[in-house]
């Protein structure tokens, strides 16, 4: 920190004004690269939202993408998304909309609230996703040797068939049934 901490020497000099150079020019390529942003939305390029990895740009990709998505929905959806992405703006000044927004949704259905956990999750401004417990699954598909395994009850060791074989049985021979008409049909066509 030269001039603060210690004495200015000749070379100091020299690199802060390189860096007062390249620190205005930085700027302009910044400021050159949001005004590319901004145009890219205006024409509708679908590039528009693809996020940067320095900060101001990152939150320049997030606004354009949130504007276009916007600009697609139609009715309430449209409104919704005009809300989230003017929360999102206003973000970029340091106040915390989108918190705010959702805060302001979670107290006004507090009341609403049909449970103590849930009541907790909105009084505590927990997501949406956490709210409703995030997405359930359609569970685990098991195979045949893990269904053996795990259900063994369906696959008894004896000579009589468990309650699955007769089961996949019977779908055996209603598809070799189902097959047979079919070429039966397609014969009776076709002669």
């Known amino acids: 920190m030269p001039g603060l901490l210690r004495g200015m020497n ?6 802060l004004g390189i860096a007062a150079l390249l620190g205005n020019l930085n700027a302009l390529f910044i400021i050159g690269k949001v005004a590319e942003t901004r145009k890219d939305v205006a024409l509708g390029k679908p590039w528009a939202k693809t996020p940067s990895t320095i900060p101001i740009l990152g939150q320049t990709s997030q606004l ?34 989108p918190q705010l927004r959702k805060f302001m949704k979670n107290f006004s259905e507090i009341g609403d609230s049909k ?3 849930e009541f907790i999750l909105k009084l505590f401004n927990f997501s949406e996703y956490q709210q409703k417990g995030g997405n359930k699954g359609k569970g685990l598909k098991l195979t045949k040797a893990e269904l053996k395994r795990y ?40 002669k």
């Open 10 to 15: 000749d070379e100091d000099k020299k690199e």
């Open 64 to 97: 354009a993408d949130l504007y276009m998505r916007a600009q697609k929905a139609k009715g309430e959806k449209r409104e919704e998304a005009m809300n989230k992405f003017m929360a999102e703006a206003i973000a970029i000044t340091g106040i915390p909309a």
């Open 115 to 117: 449970s103590a956990g």
């Open 151 to 190: 259900y063994p009850e369906l696959y008894p060791d004896t000579e009589e068939d468990g309650p699955l074989e007769d089961y996949l049985k019977l779908q055996k021979e209603a598809k070799a049934e189902q097959k047979r008409l079919r070429k039966e049909l397609l014969d009776q066509m076709y």
